[in-house]
C-alpha cells in the first residue's frame, strides 16, 4: 500500500523567502512521485514528477524536488517565493508505471498544503 | 479550448434530485477519472475507466453512477444523495500507464441540501 504525509496544512513565507513544502511517502516498491498546484478554482496541474532517473526534478513556475530514499522524502523548494505562487500543492505517490490492469493511473494523494505568500 | 471541460461548475440539488456531471477532453487520452475533493481531506479516486472499460471502482456507493460512451467523455449520475456528498467532483484524463501525469478539469462544486 502507498501512503503520502503533508507536513502543514498551511506554510506562509515573505515574497523573495525560500519556499519549502514537504512530503513523505510510503511505498511497498520503488515509487514514482509527483507535485501538483492547484490554483483558486481551478484544477490541478503538474509540477513536476519523479519517475526513477535523476533524484532533482525539475518542474514549472521555477520549482524543484529531490528525491530521498533513505528519509522517504520529496520535498517541493524554490528558492524565491511569488505572489503567483499562492496556491494549494499536493504531493502524490503512484506504484511505477504499471498502475492498473487495462490502463489508468492510480495516485495516492496527500492532503494538500495551502502557500500564502505575503508581502 | 481547454483540455479538460467539466460541466456544471456548480451545482445544488436536493436529496431526492436526480443530476449528472459531464466531463470532456480534448486530449486524445485513453484513460478517465472522477476525483471527489473534500476539505481537510486527500482527493479520493472513486472511479476510472481505460479505454472506456470501468478498471477501478473504490468502494463508491451506489447513489454515484459512472458512465463512459466514449473515450472522450465521462458523467456521473447523481441520484438521492447525502448533504456529505457536497465536495468538488474533479474529472481527469491521461494518456496509458507510463507517465503519471493526469490532466483535471476545473472541477464540479457539488452542494447537497
Known amino acids: 500500500a502507498q501512503s503520502v504525509t503533508q507536513l502543514g496544512s498551511h506554510v506562509s513565507v515573505s515574497e523573495g523567502a525560500l519556499v519549502l513544502l514537504r512530503c513523505n511517502y510510503s511505498?511497498?516498491?520503488?515509487?514514482?512521485l509527483f507535485w501538483y498546484v492547484q490554483y483558486p478554482n481551478q484544477g490541478l496541474q503538474l509540477l513536476l514528477k519523479?519517475?526513477?532517473?535523476?533524484?532533482l526534478v525539475k518542474g514549472i513556475n521555477g520549482f524543484e524536488a529531490e528525491f530521498k530514499k533513505s528519509e522517504t522524502s520529496f520535498h517541493l523548494t524554490k528558492p524565491s517565493a511569488h505572489m503567483s505562487d499562492a496556491a494549494e500543492y499536493f504531493c502524490?505517490?503512484?506504484?511505477?508505471?504499471?498502475?492498473?490492469?487495462?490502463?489508468?493511473?492510480?495516485?495516492?494523494f496527500g492532503t494538500g498544503t495551502q502557500l500564502k505568500v505575503e508581502l | 479550448e481547454t483540455g479538460v471541460t467539466q460541466t456544471p461548475r456548480h451545482l445544488v440539488m436536493g436529496m431526492t434530485n436526480k443530476k449528472s456531471l459531464k466531463c470532456e477532453q480534448h486530449?486524445?487520452?485513453?484513460?478517465m477519472y472522477w476525483y471527489k475533493q473534500s476539505a481537510k481531506k486527500p482527493l479520493e479516486l472513486m472511479f476510472v475507466?481505460?479505454?472506456?472499460?470501468?478498471?477501478e471502482n473504490n468502494s463508491v456507493p451506489s447513489r454515484f453512477s459512472p458512465e463512459c460512451p466514449n473515450s472522450s467523455h465521462l458523467f456521473l449520475h447523481l441520484h438521492t444523495l447525502q448533504p456529505e456528498d457536497s465536495a468538488l467532483y474533479l474529472c481527469?484524463?491521461?494518456?496509458?500507464?507510463?507517465?503519471?501525469?493526469?490532466?483535471f478539469g476545473e472541477g464540479s462544486r457539488l452542494t447537497v441540501l
Open positions: 481527469a484524463s491521461s494518456q496509458g500507464a507510463n507517465t503519471g501525469e493526469l490532466f
Open positions: 511505498s511497498s516498491v520503488p515509487p514514482y
Open positions: 519523479y519517475t526513477s532517473a535523476a533524484t
Open positions: 502524490a505517490v503512484s506504484e511505477g508505471p504499471w498502475g492498473l490492469t487495462g490502463g489508468g493511473n492510480k495516485l495516492t
Open positions: 486530449l486524445g487520452h485513453n484513460a
Open positions: 475507466y481505460s479505454l472506456e472499460e470501468r478498471v
